[in-house]
């Protein structure tokens, strides 16, 4: 999350918060109102890429909203704000932010402070839109590529009256793609994003993983390192388990507490106390947008029990995973009880122990978002799996999805692909997650076959990428997508 601007706005200053900032997913579409980043990290290449990966260098021609955005009220607010950035142009008024944005952003963006960001964006100008994606997740949005000396992606969110809900601008960071011929190419790639990234290529049939390649230097399959929501794969594998033994369904209404309330991102937390969502709709708002509320309303529903049966049907180790703390947990342990807690966490040798450390935390989660900055895996803060847990939860969630109980798995994986698919592909799931420090990415896709046609989804077999990074330092997220999107592009063509 980031916080919104405030304040005098200058162009040297980073106006919305700073990068290092807690960022739960590197593919959610959930943003605060109004963000503008003027400070890109050093030494970082800029060309025009989206935060979800769309390729387009700077030199690339023109494009018209209008061919990729097919919602008419989100395009014509696209199209709004881009005449705002015109040269010439000037404002809002007061009388047009009203009209234009959303109650919700006008509480904590004045029409003032909005005057002043845009006109400091357009003095920047001018700008040329390169390429247009909408949100591939659950929202109305769509992240512009914008050709400058300095090029920008804007993403611009509408709510369901077709308000501007979310405006949001920062440099564009994402770089070239490297050239990955061979495996041992995107090792060196990801190298210069700094920290240390592993990765794990796998191939999927009948419900298994069968690992094809493993970064040299670590065991077989990967090292257990922090993994951050991708672990949410294992929470849908439980409910999805839970589903077809009959103990849940897809549309049981789930009922919103204070104590399963968690930090964004997301949107539960913004729902009212009491309120209801559909196991389904938890489901696709955890995965899609790694709604943190939405993972631990799931897990408290399904419970401990569930999600050890799940964890070792994916063949992951007990003694090392048990209990799956909640995100309300991890947020605790990192970043409100004192390092004392977090040491015996790190010490902790089996489950009951780490079951003891999880009882005794505070009631109350008294955290503000905008202090997730510090990174916490180095004292054992975060979800810790391999590559290859990784690539056997996924298979084993399009194995489930076979079964008639587990149809919308596939659907839930699928709605953000995380980047977008490479050519050749005809399905593309994806989980993702940050943290401070790590920033993890995991895809399993199914190429098409020679015909041109998709795979017939009662057989699934497919392929699947891991990439797991951590670092004392922030991991330029832009930049990894470009990385990690030339290595998916390796996968299909040689087919893992």
């Known amino acids: 999350m980031r916080r919104v601007i405030g304040g005098v706005l200058v162009v040297s200053l980073l106006l919305a918060g700073c990068t290092d900032e807690y960022d739960d997913d590197v593919a959610a579409t959930s943003t605060p109102p109004l963000v503008v980043q003027t400070a890109a990290p050093e030494d970082s290449a800029a060309t025009s890429r989206s935060p979800e990966g769309s390729a387009a260098p700077s030199s690339a021609e023109p494009v018209g909203p209008g061919d990729s955005i097919g919602d008419a009220e989100l395009l014509d607010a696209v199209e709004w704000v881009l005449e705002l950035l015109e040269e010439d142009a000037e404002g809002p008024t007061v009388e047009e932010a009203t009209e234009r944005f959303a109650p919700e952003f006008l509480d904590e963006v004045s029409p003032v402070e909005l005057g002043l960001v845009l006109a400091q964006v357009r003095s920047a100008g001018p700008y040329v839109v390169t390429a247009v994606v909408p949100s591939a997740g659950v ?15 804007m993403t611009v969110g509408v709510d369901e009256q077709g308000r501007i809900a979310t405006l949001f601008l920062q440099p564009d960071t994402s770089g070239e793609p490297p050239v ?21 290529v796998g191939r999927v049939q009948g419900g298994t993983c069968e690992p094809s390649y493993t970064t040299p230097g670590v065991e077989p399959g990967g090292d257990a390192v922090p993994s951050a929501s991708v672990v949410k794969l294992l929470v849908l594998l439980a409910v999805a388990e839970e589903v077809r033994s009959g103990g849940l369904t897809w549309d049981e209404e789930l009922t919103l507490a204070a104590d399963v309330m968690s930090l964004p991102s997301g949107e539960l937390q913004d729902r009212p106390e009491g309120s209801t969502v559909p196991v389904r709709e938890a489901a696709e708002l955890m995965i899609s947008i790694s709604d943190n509320t939405a993972t631990d309303l799931l897990m408290d529903r399904v419970g401990r029990r569930a999600l050890r049966e799940a964890a070792v049907a994916a063949g992951l180790d007990p003694t090392a995973t048990l209990p799956v703390p909640t995100t309300r947990q991890v947020f605790q342990l990192g970043w409100q009880v004192d390092s004392e807690v977090r040491t015996r966490w790190a010490e902790a040798q089996v489950p009951e122990t780490r079951e003891a450390i999880l009882a005794d935390l505070p009631d109350e989660l008294d955290i503000a978002p905008e202090t997730v900055t510090e990174p916490r895996w180095q004292d054992g803060i975060d979800w810790f799996l391999t590559g290859a847990q990784v690539c056997s939860l996924h298979a084993r969630l399009q194995q489930l999805a076979e079964d008639p109980a587990g149809e919308p798995v596939r659907e839930i994986l699928a709605r953000n692909p995380g980047l977008p698919p490479p050519e050749g592909v005809g399905y593309q799931a994806f989980k993702g997650g940050s943290l401070p420090g790590v920033l993890a990415m995991s895809f399993y896709v199914e190429p098409r076959d020679d015909a041109g046609e998709d795979q017939d989804p009662g057989a699934p077999e497919g392929l699947v990428l891991v990439v797991q990074t951590r670092s004392a330092e922030p991991v330029d997220p832009l930049r990894a997508a470009t990385v990690v999107g030339a290595g998916l592009q390796h996968l299909v063509d040689v087919g893992g």
């Open 180 to 200: 990955v011929d061979a495996w041992p190419d995107l090792d060196a790639a990801l190298a210069e994003l700094g920290g240390t990234s592993q990765v794990l």
């Open 139 to 153: 929202g109305r949005a769509a992240t512009l590529s914008l050709a400058a000396q300095d090029p920008l992606l």
